[in-house]
């Protein structure tokens, strides 16, 4: 079993800051790709960014230049630094990770998130 725990969240004025975290821990043998979607009320899962093992960054425009993914793979955590948050960027924030539990087996697992709302 391998779980995805985030951690960062909260209440920030628009034009502030945060830094979420997720951590994986269980029977993980390798970890690829990791990335952060979000999630506002009453609208479908938006991919905001991910990071490959090489760690190769891609962004969703809407945060480009705002949001930096990073990784730090000997602790299996991956960051989101949020800056110029504003209030659209309001979501439950989900952590996601395609993880080897062995040299031949690949599963996708979530994190259950974290709640970042930015007032106006």
């Known amino acids: 079993q391998v779980q995805l725990v985030e951690s960062g969240g909260g209440l920030v004025q628009a034009g502030g800051s945060l830094r979420l975290a997720c951590a994986a821990s269980g029977s ?6 990791m990335g ?6 009453e609208k479908q899962r938006e991919w ?12 969703a425009d809407s945060v480009k230049g705002r949001f930096t993914i990073s990784r ?3 602790k299996n955590t991956v960051y989101l630094q949020m800056n110029s948050l504003k209030p659209e960027d309001t979501a439950v924030y989900i952590c996601a990770a395609k993880v080897k539990i062995s040299i031949l087996t690949q599963r996708d697992y979530w994190g259950q998130g974290t ?3 930015v007032s106006s």
């Open 36 to 41: 952060w979607y979000r999630q506002a009320p």
């Open 115 to 117: 709640q970042v709302t």
């Open 28 to 33: 993980i043998f390798s970890i690829n790709t």
């Open 48 to 59: 905001v960014a991910t990071i490959t093992s090489g760690s190769t960054t891609n962004y």
């Open 72 to 74: 730090d793979n000997a």
